[in-house]
Nanobody, 115 residues
Framework: QVQLVESGGGLVQAGGSLRLSCAAS????????IAWYRQAPGKQRELVAA???????DYADSVKGRFVISRDNAKNTVYLQMNRLKPEDTAVYLC?????????WGQGTQVTVSS
């Protein structure tokens, strides 16, 4: 069973930064794509950013220019650097590891941005 553990969430003021980490237990980490999603209370889960196995990245329009996703295959870890945070970024952030026909979710980490 694959385990994904997110960390790095917390409380930050608007305009501040946080770096989230998603660490995977699977040694074949490098063949998976990884995505960060977020879910705010009463809202649907939404895709924030994704990085493919070859490093291609994609971002939601709402975070382009502020968030950066990266991966370190040697550490089985994906990062989400979040800059210029806004109160509307407040949510539980979850990572998803995926390839065709298979996916795994982490438990999430809370990010709260105060105004």
């Amino acid at each position: 069973q694959v385990q994904l553990v997110e960390s790095g969430g917390g409380l930050v003021q608007a305009g501040g930064s946080l770096r989230l980490s998603c660490a995977a237990s699977r040694s074949t980490f490098s063949i998976y794509g990884i995505a960060w999603y977020r879910q705010a209370p009463g809202k649907q889960r939404e895709l924030v950013a994704a990085i493919s196995k070859d490093g291609t990245t994609d971002y939601a329009d709402s975070v382009k220019g502020r968030f950066v996703i990266s991966r370190d295959n040697a550490k089985n870890t994906v990062y989400l650097q979040m800059n210029r945070l806004k109160p509307e970024d407040t949510a539980v952030y979850l990572c998803k590891m995926y390839r065709i026909g298979v996916y795994y979710w982490g438990q999430g980490t809370q990010v709260t941005v105060s105004s």
